[in-house]
């Protein structure tokens, strides 16, 4: 009896866990597409007369954020692997150190604002190529704020010490979302390079 009730329970959790992790996969595609469009506005826009574009050089620190956010997933990748191996203390320690390069990636990026801004290159101008530079980056750092209250969620749940196999999932999810959130930001750079 006891080992039937603890089946059902594992099988439940089970289920819930594959819902958790379609809804993500969902919302992955979604922030994709709504970045797509973005991008397909950029062309539509640009494409409309010569005097549009960015007509700027990007910032310098937008390369060092893209260098903060991959070494970031890398660090994210490895307390992935070190919740795996049960190594507690080598994930507490990665986990803090990705979301220090996340937060540092989010300084950059305000930074970055503000040298565009210093250059005259402002939110809301009659160059809607211009504020597309501050739609792009602002939305992705509204998701990089989500994904710092996932790795924060993955933290705490290692502090608490929660039952392992709710640890691994955990960090499946959040490194699963920390990666995506480097290759859309890779995206965003390389789309804004190519149209400067």
């Known amino acids: 009896m006891i080992a039937m009730a603890r089946y059902t329970q594992d099988k439940e959790e089970l289920t819930q866990q594959k819902a958790k992790k379609f809804n993500l996969w969902l919302g992955m595609i979604g922030m994709f597409m709504m970045f797509a469009?973005?991008?397909?506005?950029?062309?539509?826009?640009?494409?409309?007369?010569?005097?549009?574009?960015?007509?700027?050089?990007?910032?310098?620190?937008?390369?060092?954020?893209?260098?903060?956010?991959?070494?970031?997933?890398?660090?994210?990748?490895?307390?992935?692997?070190?919740?795996?191996?049960?190594?507690?203390?080598?994930?507490?320690?990665?986990?803090?150190?990705?979301?220090?390069?996340?937060?540092?990636?989010f300084a950059m990026q305000v930074h970055a604002w503000g040298v565009l801004s210093d250059r005259g290159v402002v939110f809301v101008n009659s160059n809607a190529s211009q504020s597309f530079i501050y739609v792009f980056t602002g939305m992705h750092l509204a998701h990089i704020i989500a994904g710092l209250a996932v790795l924060a969620r993955a933290l705490v749940g290692r502090i608490r010490?929660?039952?392992?196999?709710?640890?691994?999932?955990?960090?499946?999810?959040?490194?699963?979302?920390?990666?995506?959130?480097?290759?859309?930001?890779?995206?965003?750079?390389?789309?804004?390079?190519?149209?400067?």
Do not use: C, E
């Open 37 to 105: 469009a973005l991008s397909s506005g950029f062309i539509v826009y640009t494409a409309g007369g010569a005097d549009r574009g960015i007509k700027t050089l990007l910032p310098d620190a937008f390369i060092y954020s893209t260098v903060l956010i991959v070494v970031s997933s890398v660090t994210m990748q490895m307390a992935y692997a070190a919740a795996k191996r049960t190594a507690f203390g080598r994930q507490k320690l990665l986990l803090l150190v990705t979301i220090a390069l996340g937060i540092g990636f």
């Open 161 to 196: 010490n929660i039952p392992q196999v709710n640890n691994v999932f955990r960090m499946d999810l959040a490194a699963l979302f920390w990666h995506f959130l480097g290759i859309l930001w890779i995206y965003i750079y390389v789309f804004l390079l190519l149209n400067q």
